[in-house]
């Protein structure tokens, strides 16, 4: 296992341009599916695909509005072509010897928001790269789909926009144009029994990203957002 040294380890994007990146979890995974006959243990083939994903947690924008992500565009595939990839290059800084820099071009798969009353906004984001299949000579698309997901809304939230997501209003609506909204709550005995009330509103979202890490407009405001976008690879 080589150590790497988060204050030595950096991170290059346009998706995350002014630095604030609190963590980064990065990997290359294989798929092996062996093939295998009677009267032998030895795999007839073997059919391997690897994919490479990365999480990026970074605070929202500061109170001069600096800093944080900028917005990514998350609308659905009308055509058979790439969504639109994001290039990440991490560069770590290992205690041993030496790794080489982690670089794909990446397509999303989630983004997440929090932030307590007092709190500093954080954003998370989920990617994953084409699949690459040794030997394969074909051409690899990636569409995306609906970006769905849900919002806290109501007294003491912040805004969508505040959040980071832009929602499409007509589309999440219900058939009569009302909001699709659920509710929950908590509170218990004792002094001073404090308890919550969180309503959440379920969206389609068309951008993520670009979210309020922390001004006057937001203090003492939570935030809660969570948003999955659905990749598909289509073999051409």
């Not at 994903?53 to 929202?60: A, D, E, L, M, Q």
């Not at 209003?169 to 058939?175: G, K, V």
């Not at 144009?177 to 004792?190: C, K, L, N, T, Y």
Request: proline letters at 6%; charged letters at 10%.
């Amino acid at each position: 296992m080589a150590v790497i040294i988060g204050g030595g380890t950096t991170v290059v994007s346009t998706q995350f341009p002014n630095g604030g990146i609190v963590s980064v979890q990065f990997g290359f995974n294989p798929q092996v599916d062996r093939l295998y006959e009677l009267g032998s243990f030895d795999p007839y083939d073997s059919n391997v695909t690897k994919t490479r994903t990365i999480s990026v947690n970074i605070y929202g924008s500061r109170t001069d509005g600096t800093g944080g992500s900028s917005p990514l565009v998350v609308t659905p595939s009308t055509t058979c072509t790439d969504a639109g990839a994001t290039s990440i290059t991490v560069n770590p800084a290992s205690c041993v010897g030496s790794l080489l820099p982690f670089i794909a071009d990446y397509f999303v798969t989630g983004y997440t928001y929090t932030k307590d009353n007092l709190g500093f906004g954080q954003e998370s984001w989920s990617f994953t790269s084409k699949p690459e299949i040794p030997g394969f000579a074909g051409t690899i698309v990636m569409l995306r789909g609906i970006a769905e997901g849900t919002i806290a809304t109501g007294d003491g939230n912040m805004t969508a926009l505040q959040m980071g997501v832009v929602v499409d209003e007509a589309a999440s609506n219900d058939a009569l144009g009302a909001p699709i909204e659920g509710e929950s709550g908590s509170v218990q005995g004792g002094t001073p029994g404090i308890g919550d009330f969180t309503v959440q509103r379920h969206i389609i979202a068309t951008s993520i990203g670009g979210s309020i890490g922390k001004n006057t407009t937001v203090d003492g405001l939570v935030g809660q957002a969570s948003i999955q976008i659905p990749m598909t690879p289509v073999y051409i």
